[in-house]
């Protein structure tokens, strides 16, 4: 009776690839024939416990790693993919699929990389067209864009930063406060003075008469906001330029908005200190509107400081931010999850914050489905800005702070909207999204090609084939 064991033969072939071995001078360390070799890295034999061990032993081979992309792994990535739309009239069960990954585990491995090729196109197409049509987020030269690459690939987190922010936080609260610290520290006396005295700035430093000086119209949390950005720049001034160094960018607008990023990154670490606020948003289970009433923060600030929590080892829920306007545009978009939105996200109608303007200042809560599967959980809110006084113009906003399904049961909002049975199905972007039965495409989706309408119009929007 043969020993029982797992199938790797992919992982067994690459391992011996990748120490310069043959089948053969493998074969005469673990004390098998060459042939066994073979057979087990066509999977048609399994790689027995003893074999495991004999690997670990001659090899030093860690069994986490070298079994990390077992059969289980792959076919549930094998799974997700043949959910993408794209394959939606092709009946493929999960034995089908179970059965592939185990008999071929080559051509798994090769439909995953051509999927993955494939999904990198689509989004490659999807920044020529949308740059094509201002749209998009890859415009050559484009300041905004260049800042939000920065920032995404940093995943919003700069450790350095944070932990002098963390630092200089408690030197101001044993000074007293904001205020009191800008007096002894830096001989700064803060004024708050009506707009037609600031003429037009929400903050002002005058070094001449050694006054800071902020708009009486801005409420508690933006002036504190005004005032710790302005320490930001004067307590971190090296870091921060140091900082934005590192993004290369190619135009001073890029790094003139690098750094106004930063200084408000340090802001919001002044305000709601790293170790702190990381507490007590597990503690509150990530209630926004109590945080920012612990803090002295408002809505926006402090969803947009859940976006940041990523300290190696004291992680928190990763988050993804996105701001937008009644149009539609986006005026702020910060990734701390490496989520698909993104890049192109916040362009979906099916999406509530785009529909929580009739609702003003109620948080509005979703689960949503992407058309490869992946499921989020979303908290939108309208915010404003402006005002402060009658016929001061104000601005309003939604926002939206993201999270996959899976760590939804950590937030306060989960518990009253549990998780659906079907959650909303929202694409990235029309250009993007291969759903069919969509009534509110405004696009069809790249590569696609559109059916004619002589004889039948269907229900939606665009009509197109199946491949």
């Not at 049509?133 to 919003?156: I, K, Q, S, W, Y």
């Not at 947009?304 to 996105?322: A, D, N, V, W, Y």
């Not at 939206?400 to 399904?405: F, K, P, Q, T």
């Not at 090609?449 to 009509?463: A, H, K, N, S």
Request: aromatic share 8%; hydrophobic share 40%; net charge positive.
């Amino acid at each position: 009776m043969e020993k029982q064991g797992v199938y790797l033969g992919p992982r067994l072939r690459r391992l011996r690839r990748d120490l310069g071995l043959t089948q053969a001078h493998m074969a005469a360390d673990l004390e098998i024939s060459p042939s066994y070799i073979a057979l087990m890295e066509r999977n048609q034999r399994p790689v027995t416990a003893e074999t495991l061990l004999r690997l670990a032993k001659a090899y030093k081979v860690d069994f986490s790693d070298f079994t990390e992309e077992t059969g289980t792994n792959i076919t549930a990535r094998l799974e997700s993919v043949m959910r993408d739309p794209m394959f939606q009239d092709i009946d493929v069960l999960p034995l089908e699929v179970a059965d592939v990954v185990h008999s071929f585990p080559a051509f798994a491995e090769a439909m995953l990389r051509l999927h993955t090729s494939y999904k990198e196109e689509q989004l490659a197409l999807a920044d020529r067209r949308q740059g094509a049509t201002g749209g998009g987020d890859e415009v050559h030269g484009d300041p905004v864009a260049a800042v939000r690459n920065f920032l995404g690939a940093r995943r919003n987190f700069f450790p350095v930063l944070d932990a002098a922010s963390e630092k200089l936080s408690a030197r101001v609260t044993e000074a007293g406060g904001l205020i009191s610290f800008f007096q002894q520290k830096h001989q700064l006396r803060v004024r708050r003075l009506p707009p037609e005295v600031m003429t037009g700035s929400l903050r002002r430093l005058d070094w001449h008469r050694k006054e800071l000086l902020i708009d009486d119209t801005l409420d508690g949390a933006s002036q504190n906001f005004q005032l710790a950005q302005q320490l930001a720049y004067l307590e971190f001034y090296q870091d921060i330029q140091a900082a934005v160094q590192e993004g290369n960018f190619e135009t001073e607008n890029a790094r003139r908005l690098a750094q106004r990023s930063l200084a408000a990154y340090c802001a919001a670490a002044i305000l709601m200190p790293y170790a702190t606020f990381a507490k007590a948003a597990e503690t509150r289970h990530y209630d926004i509107e109590a945080l920012a009433r612990q803090f002295g923060a408002s809505f926006e600030q402090t969803a947009h400081r859940l976006t940041t929590l990523q300290k190696p080892g004291q992680e928190r829920i990763p988050f993804f931010f996105i701001r937008v306007d009644q149009a539609g545009n986006v005026s702020k978009r910060l990734n701390g999850g490496g989520f698909p939105f993104a890049r192109h996200g916040g362009g979906c109608p099916l999406w509530t914050v785009h529909t929580v303007f009739q609702t003003p200042r109620r948080i509005v809560t979703q689960w949503l489905e992407l058309p490869d599967g992946q499921r989020f959980f979303s908290i939108a809110r309208t915010v404003s800005s402006g005002g402060g006084a009658f016929g001061v113009a104000k601005v309003e906003r939604a926002v939206a702070l993201v999270c996959e399904a899976n760590y939804a049961e950590r937030l306060v909002y989960s518990k009253v909207h549990p998780k659906p049975v079907v959650p909303t199905p929202i694409g990235i972007t029309c250009r993007l999204c291969h759903r069919m039965t969509c009534t509110a495409r405004s696009e069809p989706p790249l590569g696609r090609q559109i059916l004619p309408d002589d004889y039948r119009r269907t229900d939606v929007p665009f009509g197109f084939s199946d491949s």
